[in-house]
Structure formats: structure tokens, C-alpha cells
């Protein structure tokens, strides 16, 4: 399901809602049969420039329209909807299927295993459509694995901007905290143990 942004853009704060790019493990992004390596870390960036001219873009190899991408994130996330401004001339994706915290899949995998929801796209050059995810299914994301099988006929698939929905849950960031808490000496303890006679003596 595909939704036009229903609002003005410039009264309603679109890039908070796009924020997810923050929480991206960019390092660690990876796609299978990019003309360019590495092209596909090009394409997270913030929702107000998802439509810069940088000449940067994910670009599948000539005659093979196929794509496969890897999102791994810095902490685990909640995907409400996802937006793909694809190229022009046929170029754009025209399906995603989306596959969670499964590493490592090729496109053997990808076209054999059931993937956790599937869209027909639009072309989106303007970058108003946004596609909803089953939301309940997109709980404590660590990753997600975009695969465009097809597109609109033309020689190669590009894809400009993926932009991704939702909120972190700041799981890993809130056990680190918990941990650090749990090892911090409380002083209160110290006392009571010294006041029993239990306590170290203090040597001068």
C-alpha cells in the first residue's frame, strides 16, 4: 500500500519522520550486482536531500536488473514505511520484497524463501510515496534486506533514495546503561557494612 504524503512538506517536519538514516550501520551496508562498489551507501541520506543531484546512486549492471541490499542498524528499530525514489526511463524498481534479520542471503535465497511482505512500486521520482509496512512484523528490527527483482524495463535498475520510517528502540544502548548502573558501588552499602564491623579499616 503506497501513501502520498498528505500534508505541506514545509509546515510539517518530513525529515523527523525520515530519520531512521541516522541509525543505519552504513559501514556495514552492502548490495549484490551493484555496477559500483560500494554505490549502494550513497543512497541514506537525510529525507530533504533524497532528491540531490550528487550524481551518486545504486545502479544494478547493465543488462541484469536485479538488486539485493543489506541494512544492518546501530541499534534495534521499528520500520513503519519505507520510501524508494528510483531513475528515470524504466529504471526504477518496480517491486521490493523485505526479508528481517536474516545476514548473509543471496539472491538464491532471496528467491526462494518467503519474504515478510512484498510491494508493487511506483515510480517515485518525486519522492512523495511511501510504502506501509505490516507494522507488527517490523518490531525489533536489527536488520532488513531489501530485494528488487525487477523494474520498469529498463537495461539496469538505479535507485537513488531509500528512506526508512520508524523509531530506534535503543535496546542495546539501554542494557549497556543497566549494566553500568548494577556495577557502580553504592556508597550507602559501604557504610552499613563499616557500621557492622564488616567494613575495611582505613590505614594512616
Known amino acids: 500500500m503506497a501513501c502520498l504524503h498528505d500534508h505541506s512538506c514545509e509546515d510539517h517536519d518530513c525529515s523527523s519522520d525520515w530519520s531512521l538514516y541516522k541509525h543505519v550501520d552504513l559501514s556495514k551496508v552492502t548490495a549484490l550486482n ?3 562498489q ?8 537525510a529525507w530533504e536531500q533524497r532528491l540531490s543531484s550528487s550524481g551518486e546512486h545504486l545502479e544494478s549492471n547493465e543488462g541484469d536488473p536485479e538488486l539485493l541490499v543489506f541494512i544492518p542498524f546501530t541499534s534495534d528499530v521499528k520500520i513503519k514505511s519505507i520510501s524508494i ?8 524498481p518496480s517491486k521490493m520484497r523485505a526479508f528481517i534479520n536474516r545476514d548473509g542471503i543471496d539472491f ?5 524463501m518467503q519474504a515478510i511482505q512484498e510491494w508493487d512500486l511506483a515510480e517515485n521520482l518525486q519522492g512523495v ?3 506501509q509496512t505490516r507494522y507488527s512484523k517490523f518490531q525489533s528490527v536489527a536488520s532488513i534486506t531489501l530485494h ?5 524495463g ?3 535498475t538505479q535507485i537513488h533514495y531509500i528512506g526508512l520510517k520508524g523509531e530506534a528502540t535503543q535496546l542495546k544502548r539501554d542494557v549497556v546503561a543497566t549494566i553500568v548502573y548494577e556495577l557502580t558501588p553504592n556508597p550507602s552499602d559501604h557504610k552499613a557494612r563499616a557500621e557492622g564491623g564488616g567494613g575495611l579499616s582505613h590505614v594512616e
Request: aromatic letters at 12%; zero cysteines; glycine letters at 14%.
Open 34 to 36: 551493484e555496477a559500483v
Open 38 to 45: 560500494g554505490s549502494v551507501k550513497s543512497v541514506f541520506k
Open 85 to 92: 525514489v528510483g531513475g528515470a526511463d524504466g529504471t526504477s
Open 108 to 112: 538464491s535465497d532471496a528467491q526462494s
Open 129 to 131: 510515496l511511501e510504502y
Open 148 to 152: 528488487f527483482p525487477e523494474n520498469f
Open 154 to 156: 529498463g537495461d539496469t
